[in-house]
């Protein structure tokens, strides 16, 4: 008697799977053709798989708002060993996916989206590892060889770990201007801020880490052990791995700041001033920033003057048109409090700011390095910060500062009057970067972090866009030898220039680390598509 028809095994593989997806609610039934079905043979990641509208819909967009790229799915890992086989699946395929790691989102040009591939939402893992509100993937530790560090999940946000290390009376020593960033996102770039002249990036301060590569392979790295992954992470904008863990140095963490803001109408003695500040010991934290008439000296980055302030303030600059603000911090605890004050006015002496406009404040070490959050939260509830956000970050060498003052902020962005938000502009040193890691800067001892900060509308944000290229097309006219920090370029031509002498060896860690092209296409260095 003959054997009734079986039914092939991978039909019924999917079944089950469509089944089980389909109870748990995590993808829609009729969109499950439309993935990959090498992702599909694994049971334990399918369930993981979201393809929602709400999920695909926040993995499209980022913080820019001005970039969608539309994935396949969303992976929810539920541990780091979930994030492994959904780039070993992909790397084992004839038809490779790509697959981009997700952190809070806040790239401004889709740098962490993957079109029709896979991306990776990592605060899942956070979500994994919290209990009680306490999060259990922050681990502060001490060695004779390293002192204290903390070993993070590459996950975690740093205001989170920050409130972890202040539990034991440390800190991290560099930071971004804004903590609610993953570890992972901001050491794929840098991790600049005022402190950056003292302590270097936050790249500068890392002793080791975890990383999934583009092979599928977890990887243990550091300056001795596996050292070529680990400087090619670094600054690697994510091409070469997945961070899913950093050990980060920490000291001892102060209690308090002491905050001053000083004006300036001439930006020579503006830069001048900075650049000796930084050339000294004794303070914690240097940036500088521009004040316009179409910009309060209030935003959102801080509320730092008072009504009265801001009116003297809003006075000059009817006369002037443009001021420049230094902002310098140092900080203390209670064992230093008693001789802060003097030590900082020693430190301040002899500066060439205008002599009636300088303003103090204190603050809390916490309250201070936050800042940035309760503007955020304020534009939130007016409805103002879910909007386009053209920024555009550069390094400009000090021999181009002064032109670029004059071409830009003066000639640009004053007689245009598009300036909708913060404009950073402070200097740092090259000594703190190092040339190994994958992050570019200008080839100067010193250099500028500029930072337009625009916020736009859905209707105006391309005009600012313009206005960014048009400053991009000054400093190549005029020689001004710029590095775009969080790049955005749309040729391979473009790309090599950037990395100059360093292209030849980011293509091949590319070629080893992940020779398939899968990860971080977004930032479409290799990935055009």
């Not at 799915?73 to 981009?100: C, G, K, Q, W």
């Not at 009680?132 to 946000?157: C, F, H, M, R």
């Not at 583009?214 to 690697?236: M, P």
Request: charged share 20%.
């Amino acid at each position: 008697m003959a054997k009734p028809s079986s039914i092939p095994t991978c039909f019924v593989a999917m079944f089950i799977i469509s089944r089980l997806i389909c109870i748990i609610g995590k993808l829609r039934p009729w969109t499950i053709n439309s993935l990959p079905y090498q992702v599909l043979s694994d049971l334990d990641i399918a369930t993981r798989l979201r393809i929602d509208q709400d999920s695909i819909r926040t993995a499209s967009s980022d913080f820019g708002k001005l970039v969608q790229e539309i994935p396949f799915a969303v992976l929810h890992p539920s541990s780091v060993n979930d994030i492994v086989r959904i780039v070993n699946l992909s790397y084992s395929s004839t038809v490779p996916f790509t697959i981009a790691a997700r952190g809070h989102g806040h790239s401004v040009r889709g740098q962490a989206m993957a079109r029709n591939g896979v991306v990776v939402e990592m605060t899942s893992l956070s979500d994994i590892h919290s209990n009680n509100n306490e999060t259990k993937n922050i681990k502060v530790s001490w060695s004779p060889s390293l002192g204290y560090y903390a070993d993070v999940g590459g996950e975690q946000l740093w205001i989170d770990v920050l409130r972890t290390t202040l539990d034991h009376g440390l800190a991290p020593v560099s930071w971004t201007d804004y903590l609610y960033l993953t570890v992972g996102g901001t050491l794929s770039n840098a991790g600049i801020s005022g402190q950056t002249f003292k302590h270097g990036p936050q790249i500068s301060n890392v002793h080791e880490l975890d990383v999934i590569t583009g092979k599928g392979e977890f990887i243990t790295c550091s300056e001795h052990i596996n050292s070529e992954l680990f400087y090619a992470v670094l600054g690697g904008l994510g091409q070469f791995g997945i961070i899913t863990r950093a050990r980060i140095v920490l000291d001892k963490a102060p209690t308090r700041v002491k905050w001053v803001r000083m004006l300036y109408d001439d930006f020579s003695s503006f830069t001048r001033d900075q650049e000796y500040l930084i050339s000294i010991n004794g303070l914690d934290y240097v940036e500088g920033s521009l004040v316009m008439q179409q910009n309060s000296p209030n935003n959102w980055r801080s509320s730092f003057f008072s009504a009265s302030h801001t009116s003297k303030i809003s006075s000059l600059l009817t006369e002037r048109g443009i001021l420049y603000c230094l902002e310098v911090v140092k900080y203390f605890d209670d064992h230093t409090a008693h001789t802060v004050e003097q030590e900082l006015e020693l430190l301040l002496e002899g500066l060439h700011h205008i002599p009636e406009f300088k303003f103090k404040k204190g603050d809390s070490f916490v309250d201070f390095l936050n800042r940035v959050r309760s503007g955020e939260l304020k534009l939130q509830s007016k409805g103002l910060w879910d909007v386009p956000h053209p920024w555009l970050n550069l390094f400009v060498p000090k021999s181009g500062i002064m032109d670029f003052n004059a071409g830009v902020f003066v000639d640009i962005l004053l007689k245009q009057n598009k300036a909708t938000g913060p404009i950073l502009v402070y200097p740092t040193t090259k000594k703190k970067w190092d040339e190994r890691m994958s992050a570019v800067i200008p080839d100067e001892d010193t250099f500028y972090c500029v930072g337009l900060l625009h916020s736009g509308t859905f209707d105006d944000w391309k005009a600012l866009g313009d206005q960014n290229n048009e400053i991009l097309e000054f400093c190549d006219k005029n020689g001004i030898k710029i590095k775009q920090y969080l790049p955005h370029y749309k040729s391979r031509q473009e790309w090599m220039n950037h990395f100059g002498s360093k292209w030849s060896t980011f293509q091949e860690r590319k070629a080893r680390f992940d020779p398939k092209m899968i990860l971080s296409p977004g930032q479409k260095i290799f990935n055009f598509v």
